[in-house]
């Protein structure tokens, strides 16, 4: 048991470790606003890593990109722009869907999201109709083909969209605007997010490692009472569901303006802290620092829904539906971990090789993004 259980940690740590190494998925962002009924402008930031995959840059292959061997492809990133972004318009006068045409012509910019570097391309659409006053499908091809987990974040006169391998169309109505298709929208982006955020994921897993715990004698043992484990849970997740909410809903309403860079810092910290102190208990009752560090969280989540931009129409009601999304990710997460922690609370191999085991892993990568977030 115990030659397979040091096997299956091998196994989790690589493979925490190669998924840690990918902290940001691959994810576009696309904005265009109407400057008239027919006209739309805006912006398709691409990550400099993602485009280089299609277009070759290192013009003298030193291995390093440099801005002017991106500025020399503009040509080059104008034609993939063609061939990955179709639009069509549909009016209400009318079933028939009518081609519209983008065209990119302005100098490239640089971004950056998550401390990555993204090439900003400008973007201009022409429909044959007036578009902005009734609905515009946008279709999506780029980098699907060498990375099928690709997101595009849509952003169309303040209505915001994802577009995946599995949905690569999405229609944009702007004629019936509705609080359900906002507000299903930013649930779903909130599960997303929970989902896809590994640091959020570790550090609710380091917490929960224990909550089916107790110290006694120096030595971590199994809580008998199944009640007193739903209880202690209970109250750690809404510790940190209500620090997490109370500053993402401050922050995305533009109440706070935390440094992005010190936020991500901490959340590697909280990690770090937490997985540390299942193994080298400092604080045993983690209901008040958990609340502190889900402060830190929530900061982190809005700086996600700051990247998709808020409803125009229904401000408050996207920060509560992406807060609601979050949730229901982080209640699937431990409606999957907790029964089988309840399962393993009493068996040795689980308090003296798997607990301990898990949270030094999750430490290391704590350490990782860490030194990378510094």
């Not at 006053?133 to 849509?154: M, P």
Request: some cysteine.
């Amino acid at each position: 048991m115990k030659i397979f259980i040091r096997h299956l940690l091998c196994g989790v740590c690589l493979f925490l470790v190669s998924t840690a190494q990918a902290h940001q998925l691959s994810t576009s962002y696309i904005t265009l606003d109407a400057t008239n009924d027919s006209q739309f402008t805006g912006s398709w930031q691409i990550n400099v890593t993602d485009l280089e995959q299609q277009i070759a840059f290192d013009l003298n292959q030193d291995g390093d990109i440099a801005w002017h061997e991106i500025t020399a492809k503009h040509s080059a990133i104008s034609d993939f722009v063609l061939t990955s972004l179709t639009a069509k318009s549909t009016t209400a006068k009318s079933i028939d869907e009518q081609a519209c045409a983008f065209s990119s012509s302005a100098p490239l910019q640089l971004d950056s999201h998550f401390n990555q570097p993204y090439v900003v391309i400008a973007l201009q659409l022409a429909c044959p109709t007036a578009a902005s006053n009734d609905a515009l499908t946008l279709a999506y091809t780029a980098f699907f083909e060498t990375d099928a987990n690709h997101k595009a974040i849509v952003t169309i006169n303040q209505q915001t969209r994802v577009i995946s391998k599995d949905n690569p169309a999405q229609t944009f109505d702007f004629a019936t605007s509705s609080y359900l298709t906002t507000f299903n929208q930013y649930v779903y982006q909130g599960v997303l997010h929970i989902w896809l955020g590994l640091d959020h994921i570790l550090f609710l897993i380091a917490l929960l490692l224990t909550c089916v715990l107790v110290r006694k004698t120096s030595k971590w043992q199994g809580i008998e009472s199944k009640a007193t484990i739903f209880k202690h849970t209970a109250w750690i997740v809404t510790a940190f569901t209500l620090a997490h909410s109370i500053t993402l809903t401050a922050t995305a309403m533009q109440l706070v303006s935390p440094n992005s860079r010190w936020v991500e810092l901490g959340i590697a910290i909280s990690v770090l802290f937490a997985a540390l102190n299942n193994i080298w208990p400092l604080v045993i009752r983690l209901g008040w620092v958990t609340f502190a560090f889900g402060l830190l969280h929530g900061m982190g989540f809005a700086s996600v829904l700051g990247e998709l931009g808020l409803s125009s129409d229904y401000q408050l009601l996207s920060v509560l539906a992406f807060n609601l999304g979050v949730e229901i990710g982080q209640l699937a997460i431990l409606v999957v971990a907790l029964p089988v922690l309840i399962w393993a609370r009493n068996y040795q191999w689980y308090q003296k090789w798997v607990m301990p085991a898990g949270s030094l892993v999750i430490a290391i990568i704590a350490v990782q993004w860490s030194l990378e977030r510094i």
